[in-house]
């Protein structure tokens, strides 16, 4: 994977350049001709997959960020696919970690049941064809999930 490199003696960003003599991909610094040898010969990649593209910006740390929206009417979709389930009579799926549990399904009265709401952001992706989808992380088990009332349409 590319990555982004910065100048050991002046902080700036360094640029990938050839060395002629040795054929070897160094890092070079425009300011101070500071140079390093690299480890990763890849400089530059080309994401085509949608996925990764719609979900940039998800971090370890997405749901301590105050600037985004806590959500308390949507929960992880752990907690959606088991009332899911009981509404079609099917059998509950694997619950995740965020639930609290009472035997082994999660109990909306329990009163020791974890906190399961999310923070959501819009999508990055820069389609034509993109439509404006929410992404919602739970802000227990770091689940990212989308709109579960779209996705049911």
């Known amino acids: ?3 982004i490199s910065f100048c ?3 902080n ?3 640029y990938p350049k050839e060395d002629k003599v040795s054929h070897v991909l160094m890092y070079a610094c425009r300011n101070c001709h500071y140079k390093e040898e690299t480890t990763n010969p890849c400089v530059y990649k080309h994401d085509l ?3 990764s593209k719609e979900t940039a910006g998800v971090t370890q740390d997405l749901q301590t960020d105050p600037t985004l929206v806590n959500d308390l009417t949507n929960h992880c979709t752990a907690k959606i696919k088991y009332r899911m389930s009981k509404m079609v009579n099917a059998p509950p799926p694997t619950i995740g970690p965020c639930l ?3 035997g082994n399904t999660p109990q909306d009265d329990d009163p020791v049941r974890i906190n399961t709401k999310t ?3 819009q999508g990055q992706a820069k389609r034509t064809d993109t ?3 929410l992404f919602f992380v739970c802000t227990n088990c ?4 989308q709109d579960p009332i779209l996705n049911r349409r």
């Open 49 to 51: 997959l949608v996925v």
């Open 119 to 121: 923070v959501f952001f």
């Open 1 to 3: 994977m590319a990555s």
């Open 142 to 145: 770091h689940k990212t999930f």
């Open 100 to 102: 609290g549990l009472k």
């Open 8 to 10: 050991g003696e002046c």
């Open 12 to 14: 700036n960003l360094l």
């Open 131 to 133: 439509k404006m989808t």
